[in-house]
């Protein structure tokens, strides 16, 4: 089993829809979590840190279930920009001043218009 | 302010040849990491540096690859013999960390170097 699991989708949904990405982790010690965001033959981009609390950012919404080791990204109003492919990466931080994410494969999104 | 910087972009080569690709991470980082992509694997990290020393290089393929970090604004990663399973984009990213923080900063990726081996 992958430490980091996601849908590998493709999710494609029309402009303005509402779409839910979930990923689940299977070391409870991880300490921090992430989506980045990697468009094609580009470099991978942080998007947000997602707080235990849930953090929204503009559209984007983070929420993260300790319990259940899951993370979910919803976004809102989708617009053909946000096509790309979102990676859920957790920080399985040894502790002090060591920091190694571990990226799930990715869930492709491709908004239509 | 500069990003990673990585080099070269692109790469094409006959197998067996040394392929050398280098990083340089962002000024005031301490950390830093070179990962593979692949579409069958994803993005696999290979090693990480934290203050220039090898933490963890367990990512590592075989003992065909090997980096180095001479100091805290140059690393390299190299490949030899090369072979044409090596084909893949390798990213080099940094971050900040700071001991005892169990919150660390995200890293930041180079644009990546695509390695192709004929």
């Known amino acids: 089993r992958k430490e980091v699991e996601q849908d590998p989708g493709p999710f494609n949904v029309p402009e303005g829809a509402t779409v839910a990405f979930n990923c689940t982790y299977s070391n409870s010690a991880s300490q921090s979590f992430f989506w980045y965001r990697q468009d094609c033959r580009k470099e991978p981009k942080l998007l947000m840190s997602v707080y235990s609390s849930g953090n929204e950012d503009g559209r984007f919404t983070a929420q993260l279930n300790r319990a259940s080791q899951y993370i979910s990204l919803l976004i809102r109003d989708s617009k053909l920009s946000d096509s790309a492919t979102y990676l859920c990466?957790?920080?399985?931080?040894?502790?002090?001043?060591?920091?190694?994410?571990?990226f799930g494969t990715g869930t492709l999104l491709a908004v239509q218009p | 302010d500069a990003g990673v910087i990585q080099s070269p972009r692109h790469e094409v080569t006959e197998m067996g040849q040394e392929v050398t690709l280098r990083c340089k991470p962002i000024s005031g980082h301490n950390s830093l990491f070179w990962y593979r992509q692949t579409m069958m694997r994803g993005l696999e990290l290979l090693i990480y540096?934290?203050?220039?020393?090898?933490?963890?290089d367990s990512g590592m393929p075989e003992d065909r690859f090997s980096a180095k970090m001479p100091n805290a604004s140059f690393s390299t990663l190299k490949i030899q013999p090369s072979e044409p399973r090596d084909s893949a984009v390798y990213f080099c990213?940094?971050?900040?960390?700071?001991?005892?923080?169990?919150?660390?900063?995200?890293?930041?990726f180079g644009d990546g170097t695509r390695l192709s081996i004929l």
């Open positions: 990466v957790v920080n399985r931080g040894y502790g002090g001043a060591t920091n190694k994410l571990i």
């Open positions: 990213a940094s971050s900040f960390s700071s001991s005892g923080s169990p919150l660390n900063q995200p890293q930041h």
């Open positions: 540096f934290n203050n220039n020393v090898p933490i963890d």
